[in-house]
T-cell receptor, first 111, second 111 residues
Framework: GQQVMQIPQYQHVQEGEDFTTYCNSSTTLSNIQWYKQRPGGHPVFLIQLVKSGEVKKQKRLTFQFGEAKKNSSLHITATQTTDVGTYFCAGWDNYGQNFVFGPGTRLSVLP | DGGITQSPKYLFRKEGQNVTLSCEQNLNHDAMYWYRQDPGQGLRLIYYSQIVNDFQKGDIAEGYSVSREKKESFPLTVTSAQKNPTAFYLC??????????FGQGTRLTVV
């Protein structure tokens, strides 16, 4: 079945450093979504990418969808302590039937 | 306001007891999901339902049961067969190809 992997599993950065998490699917996706879960909270939707090669920005966050629609990345520029949390990618398969979450990347930001 | 509601927020269970976690949504979403999250870990799919009166096992269905008698409701029962039920349980709903909305979660503890 469809599998979605993320690397790294954990990342510790100093405040002000950049951070990137990568998401890879075993199958082609119709879209990719990114979620953020703050410690003690629930995952909250950040963004959805649909087109091959699409790049979207939200302030310091840059999201990219690969040309083959099987991978994606989230890049945070100049991390802040408010960026702490776990970032999940999630994808729908091409039929819109299966929705799968990646295992997440847990980000710690040291002040 | 439209949304997805889980109750209770905290639940304590004695060993050998069955407990039921509630999940209700008024978003008119067809698909609903139950995830289990252990401390510092990702989301593991327990059960999902794409339509009323139908549901499928996820990756860790053993010791759990669900029902989907109404579109709005997808309760999860943690049975006595689940040997290690202490965890954070998250319910989510989606429409095909769109973002997932999560409830606030239920923290279940075995006492």
């Amino acid at each position: 079945g469809q599998q979605v992997m993320q690397i790294p599993q954990y990342q510790h950065v100093q405040e002000g450093e950049d951070f990137t998490t990568y998401c890879n699917s075993s199958t082609t996706l119709s879209n990719i979504q990114w979620y953020k879960q703050r410690p003690g909270g629930h995952p909250v939707f950040l963004i959805q990418l649909v087109k091959s090669g699409e790049v979207k920005k939200q302030k310091r966050l840059t999201f990219q969808f690969g040309e083959a629609k099987k991978n994606s990345s989230l890049h945070i520029t100049a991390t802040q302590t408010t960026d702490v949390g776990t970032y999940f990618c999630a994808g729908w398969d091409n039929y819109g039937q299966n929705f799968v979450f990646g295992p997440g990347t847990r980000l710690s930001v040291l002040p | 306001d439209g949304g997805i509601t889980q109750s209770p927020k905290y639940l304590f269970r004695k060993e050998g007891q069955n407990v039921t976690l509630s999940c209700e949504q008024n978003l008119n979403h067809d698909a609903m999901y139950w995830y289990r999250q252990d401390p510092g870990q990702g989301l593991r799919l327990i059960y999902y339902s794409q339509i009323v009166n139908d549901f499928q096992k996820g990756d860790i269905a053993e010791g759990y049961s669900v029902s989907r008698e109404k579109k709005e409701s997808f309760p999860l029962t943690v049975t006595s067969a689940q040997k290690n039920p202490t965890a954070f349980y998250l319910c989510a709903s989606t429409m095909d190809g769109t973002e997932a909305f999560f409830g606030q979660g239920t923290r279940l503890t075995v006492v």
